[in-house]
C-alpha cells in the first residue's frame, strides 16, 4: 500500500475490514413521539452479527423511543455496500472495528469513536494436532488481509509467543467459505464471527482463543464528527436504550430473546439451543490501548501514515 494510493483505494480496503461476512438505508428523519416530544432517528449500518442484539432488543422493547432516539439498523451481507452506504452519508454511523477507523481517517474522513461494540472474534481448528494458538507455528491459517481479521489474528498469536511469519496466511475474505475450507481439512485453523463459530463447533471444530480470551476489544462504532454534532442527543439516548437492553437480557429468560439471534444474525434454527449468550455489559468506551495497538499495526501494515493518537478518534457525546 503506498501514500499515492486513492481514497477509493483506501475505502475498498474499509470495506473488507470486518471479513466480508446491501440494502438500500433509509433517509434520516424525526418523528413526533409525544405532543411534547420529539424522537430523532439514528440509522447505523451494520453486518449481522451478535453486536447487534442489545440494540434490535432496545428497538423492539421501545427502550430507544423512551430516551428520545429511533434506532433502525441497516443491515449489509456485503461490508463494501455498507461502506458505500457510510461514504454518501445515508447512514448515520457503522459498527465497525479500529483497523477500518484507521483506514477512515487516513482517507480524509473524521470518524470518530462514540463507544465499543460487543464483538469477537474466534481463531478456530479441525486439526487435533493443534491444541493451542502455539501450536500454530508453519500452519496453513486463513484470514482476510489487512483488516480486523488479520489483525485479530496478529494479537492471538503474540501472546502465544508467534509473529505473522511464523504461520502461512490463506487469504478468504469470505467468512461462509472459511468455514467450508476448514471443515474440508484444506487449513488448519480460521479466523470465525459469530454465528459461524457455532456452527464450527457444531460440526466438531473448536476454538483455539479469540479476541475477548486474549483482553483486546477492537469492535467500535464509529460516526462522522458532524453527525455527532447534530445527533448528539439521539447518540446519548441510544447508549441509555442500549444499557437498558442489557439489563433486561440480564434478567429475562434466555428464550425471551433468543430468537433475535436466529432472525437478526442468522444462526440455524436447528443450532438455537446450542447458542451461547455472550455476557454483554453496558456500553463502554474504546480504551487508549487498544486504539494505540491497533493504530500501530495499521502503520505496519501500511494502511495508516497519519500520527494518530486516541484523542484524536474519541467522542466524548456520551463518555466523559
Not at 486513492?6 to 438500500?24: N, V
Not at 486463513?142 to 508467534?162: D, H
Not at 501494515?301 to 484524536?312: E, G
Request: net charge negative.
Amino acid at each position: 500500500m503506498k501514500k499515492w494510493m486513492t481514497t477509493a483505494g483506501i475505502l475498498a480496503l474499509a470495506a473488507m475490514t470486518l471479513g466480508a461476512c446491501g440494502t438500500t438505508a433509509k433517509d434520516t428523519k424525526e418523528s413526533t413521539a409525544t405532543k411534547d416530544e420529539k424522537v430523532t432517528t439514528l440509522t447505523l449500518g451494520v453486518m449481522p452479527s451478535t453486536d447487534n442484539i442489545p440494540l434490535v432488543l432496545a428497538h423492539e422493547k421501545g427502550f430507544d423511543k423512551d430516551h428520545g432516539v429511533d434506532i433502525q439498523l441497516e443491515n449489509f451481507k456485503a461490508a463494501k455496500d455498507r461502506d458505500a452506504a457510510f461514504q454518501a452519508g445515508k447512514v448515520d454511523g457503522v459498527s465497525t472495528d479500529l483497523v477500518a477507523i484507521a483506514i477512515y481517517q487516513e482517507a480524509g474522513m473524521d470518524v470518530k469513536i462514540t463507544g465499543n461494540t460487543y464483538g469477537e472474534f474466534d481463531l478456530v481448528t479441525g486439526d487435533d494436532s493443534i491444541q493451542s494458538a502455539a501450536d500454530l507455528k508453519g500452519k496453513d491459517v486463513i484470514l482476510s488481509k489487512k483488516t480486523g481479521t488479520e489483525y485479530a489474528v496478529t494479537q492471538i498469536l503474540a501472546k502465544a509467543g508467534l509473529q505473522d511469519s511464523d504461520i502461512n496466511v490463506s487469504e478468504v475474505p469470505q467468512v461462509p467459505t472459511r468455514l467450508e475450507l476448514l471443515k474440508n481439512k484444506k487449513a488448519q485453523a480460521a479466523i470465525l464471527p459469530e454465528p459461524f463459530v457455532t456452527m464450527a463447533v457444531a460440526d466438531g471444530l473448536r476454538v483455539l482463543d479469540s479476541t475477548r480470551e486474549i483482553g483486546i476489544n477492537p469492535f467500535v462504532m464509529g460516526m462522522p464528527a458532524d453527525v455527532i454534532d447534530k445527533k448528539a442527543d439521539a447518540i446519548k439516548g441510544m447508549y441509555e436504550a442500549y444499557n437498558e437492553a442489557v439489563d433486561y437480557i440480564k434478567e429475562h429468560d434466555k428464550s425471551d430473546y433468543i430468537q433475535l439471534f436466529i432472525d437478526e444474525v442468522g444462526f440455524p434454527e436447528t443450532l438455537k439451543e446450542q447458542i451461547t449468550v455472550p455476557d454483554y455489559t453496558h456500553a463502554e468506551q474504546a480504551t487508549d490501548e487498544d486504539i494505540t495497538a491497533a493504530f500501530a499495526w495499521a502503520k505496519e501494515h501500511d494502511l495508516l501514515t497519519k500520527d494518530l493518537k486516541p484523542a484524536d478518534v474519541l467522542s466524548d457525546v456520551y463518555f466523559k
